[in-house]
């Protein structure tokens, strides 16, 4: 099991690192590179601290997504236990933010799928890891005790 987590999560940060890189550089994809500046500046109009006075430049918000996509996936496929978890956690609000903004776009569901399954993938990684932790610290190496009946 341990081996299929490190697959999910280096798979996982793998893609978010290569979709921070994409929203950073024309030089991924330029045509890709449009359209995301468009949608930020969608993104921003809806942005979730909007009813609290704040709303972001959309060029700031997807250079702040990018980097945050990049690093967090960088970390989440290379980097120590500790830092897998926060950047795991860091990129499951990403996604729920994410969701949030596309549902209050009113976004068809198709639209939606993308950033669901990247949530459900990422919670099932934290949870796996979860359990492999715990499997690890519950299954401690057994001694062979010798057998007493033996020499009666």
Excluded at 30 to 38: G, I, P
Excluded at 79 to 103: A, C, R, W
């Amino acid at each position: 099991m341990a081996l299929l987590v490190a697959a999910l999560r280096v798979l996982l940060g793998g893609f978010f690192a290569l979709t921070g890189a994409a929203k950073l550089s024309e030089q991924v994809s330029a045509s890709a590179a449009q359209q995301m500046k468009a949608l930020f500046e969608q993104f921003a109009e809806v942005f979730p601290l909007k009813v609290f006075g704040y709303q972001p430049d959309p060029m700031s918000y997807q250079v702040t997504v990018g980097w945050l996509e990049l690093l967090a996936g960088l970390l989440l496929a290379l980097g120590p236990p500790k830092l897998q978890e926060i950047s795991n956690f860091l990129l499951i609000v990403l996604m729920m933010g994410s969701i949030f903004t596309l549902v209050s776009l009113k976004e068809s569901l198709n639209t939606c799928i993308p950033a669901v399954v990247c949530l459900v993938l990422l919670v099932l990684l934290d949870i796996c890891q979860f359990l492999v932790r715990t499997e690890k610290v519950d299954s401690p190496t057994r001694k062979k005790m010798p057998s007493l009946a033996k020499g009666s």
